[in-house]
């Protein structure tokens, strides 16, 4: 690399020129987004086929490397932002979240430590205090802000994991797991998959888990519980990923406490519904919990990527993600490397106190309440339209099915293929079902009739 691509970099950073053209592709996407067809067309995946090349001994300009980005990347996403995207609980970025996130990354701030970045420790802080009182939480819950909740419930269950061998005279930390006590873990039936993995990576090993019976929505079965004790980490949920059911908290919460166990809330999306003065009675009794875990990139429309683990037991906490070096020890401020297993990282606070700032109380909660009024629209619709609602809308999802599996599933294939709607296909109670996640602030009256249209369409396209 010669001397003068520094120095045109270091114009490149002055003349803004740069930063113009990929300020206008983007407003350009956004604009655009909403017209275009939620999946990406055979022909724009094809011809993705550009960036599989061979490394050149040779640069190319820097506008040239953004025109391809936007020319070939763009038209190949998918529309996540659009009013009609329905997969995976995905949430549309909220423009003052996107815009902060933007500025973030061009602070480029490592938050490992206080002193490498006072503006986003402070951040992290002051959006510690609003969750504990947005969701209703006691004042010694603390926060890491990590990638995913996948990330969150590891931290969550690594702090249980510590909490429980230490009590049991066994300092985990320090003596690993080799000859330890065993301990069990107690789970749904129905719990989602980023709880394995989390199971498998703390080593605890999935034939400790105890799965609990559950009902037809997915609730855990108080009445069928094991007797728990001490070596417990109970796992309970706050949406289910299908049905989004939410467990019964005032029942097993302090059964599980008063034996000594560790109890873990999986909230990705449903643990917001404690922000709205609607849904909050769908958490009760969630407040007692050791840890959670949940993501802001899903119900408050955060940019990707924003998890959160919330922990009533600092050390605990701490201890499980501790990490230092002689060139990184750890201040008397807060230092985010202690909250979560990165040390470097993005500033993702820079997003949540943008949403949240902006939103306050009342926009959070609207925010909230506004995404299950959808769901709920979109059930009525398909149910006046003859197809199978097959789950209680009590948040979010909705489980949709038609008369057989086979029809089902070719309904599927043409929604997906349609590119007015995308949604997922999931199996529940033994029967396949279409899966609709409303998780986005952008989903209007008009996106729902088109919706509702998309479907009448393609089961008639089934049936033939």
Known sequence: MSKDIFEEMLNQRTDNDLFNTANHAGQTYLNEIIQREVYPTDEAVAALEVFAEPLADHGIAAEEVLEMLHTFGSAATVATQSGRYFGFVTGGALPVSLAARILGDYWDQNPALYVCSPTIATLESTCEAWLRELLKLPQNVVAGFVTGSSVAIFCGLAAGRYRLLNNLGWDVSQKGLYSAPRLR???????????LKAVSLLGLGHDSIEWLECDSEGRVLTEQL?????????ILQAGNVCSGCYDDFQAIIP??????????????????????????????????????????????????????????DKEALLVAMHNSGSYAEPSNDRDSMLYGPEMSRRGRAVDLWAALKYLGKEGVATLILRLHTTAVKIADGLRSRGFNIVNDVVFNQVLVACDSDELTELALEHLQSSGDVWLGGALWNDQKVMRISVCSWMTTQADIEITLKAFVKALDKASQ
């Open 185 to 195: 873990v107690i789970a749904p039936k129905v719990v989602h998959g980023t709880v």
């Open 255 to 312: 059964l599980a406490k008063a034996a000594g166990a560790w109890v873990h809330v999986d909230g990705a999306f449903g643990l917001w519904a404690a922000a709205s003065e609607t849904l909050q009675s769908l958490t009760v009794g969630m407040t007692e919990a050791d840890s959670f875990s949940m993501d802001g990139h899903k119900s408050l429309n955060l940019p990707y990527d924003n998890g959160i683990v919330l922990c009533a």
């Open 226 to 234: 094991p007797i728990i004790d001490q070596r417990c980490l109970v």
